[in-house]
């Protein structure tokens, strides 16, 4: 076999591990949601568990990655893609490490009903899991397009995030007694906006890894 068939080999193998990871965050983000909705604390819990899992991941493939550069030693568009993914496992590792923040907070909330701080909320969750999904299809599919189209649809979680911060003010003001829920949902809007974040860069280097070029606006 030629070094080049090697190479290829090497590089769909962890073309495969990164979407497993993905697949993995993806899946605690909708276990997360529904346990957001059914009040199911159990596999809020499950969440926090399996992001050790997530954790494995990113350390096998970031040893995937350092063994083809210095094996293989890769260059131009070749070593774009190993270094994007060595990057792009650090953002969805991020995604299931507040995946995991978000439900130890919905453990503590007990179960309180989260529309009634800010109706806001359920959307910028919907947004923020589809922002999550199209990122990840983008750099699977060496999708430049779309990717551009993820990034423009941050404003949109940027947006829902400042009503929410709005209406737990106005809540703030006007009623007593439940300051630290109001912080800990807050909190879930932040981790949210984070997510969002996070989904950009790897749309940020799935530009990266077809032009060479990346913005100066990656969020660590």
Not at 118 to 139: G, W, Y
Not at 160 to 172: E, H, Q
Not at 196 to 213: L, P, Q, R, Y
Request: glycine residues 2%.
């Amino acid at each position: 076999m030629t070094p080049r068939k090697i190479y290829d080999q090497e590089l769909a193998l962890l073309r495969d591990s990164l979407e497993d990871m993905a697949n993995m965050v993806e899946a605690s983000l909708n276990n997360l949601f529904f346990a957001i909705e059914n009040k199911d604390n159990e596999l809020a819990k499950q969440i926090i568990k399996d992001d050790h899992n997530i954790n494995n991941m990113e350390r096998s493939i970031e040893s995937q990655c350092l063994s083809l550069i210095t094996k293989q030693q890769p260059i131009a568009g070749d070593l774009r893609i190993v270094s994007s993914i060595l990057k792009v496992v650090t953002d969805v590792e991020r995604i299931g490490d507040h995946a995991s923040d978000i439900a130890e907070l919905i453990l503590r909330l007990n179960n309180a009903q989260l529309e009634t701080y800010s109706a806001h909320l359920q959307p910028m969750i919907t947004a923020t899991k589809e922002m999550v999904h199209d990122a990840v299809s983008a750099f699977i599919n060496r999708d430049r397009d779309h990717s551009a189209e993820v990034i423009e649809s941050d404003d949109v979680v940027d947006e829902l995030f400042n009503k929410v911060k709005t209406d737990i003010a106005n809540r703030l003001r006007t009623e007593n007694g439940d300051v630290d829920e109001c912080i800990d949902v807050l909190m879930i809007a932040k981790y949210l906006e984070r997510i969002g974040d996070h989904a950009v860069n790897i749309c940020e280097w799935e530009i990266f890894k077809e032009t060479g070029s990346i913005e100066n606006t990656l969020v660590y």
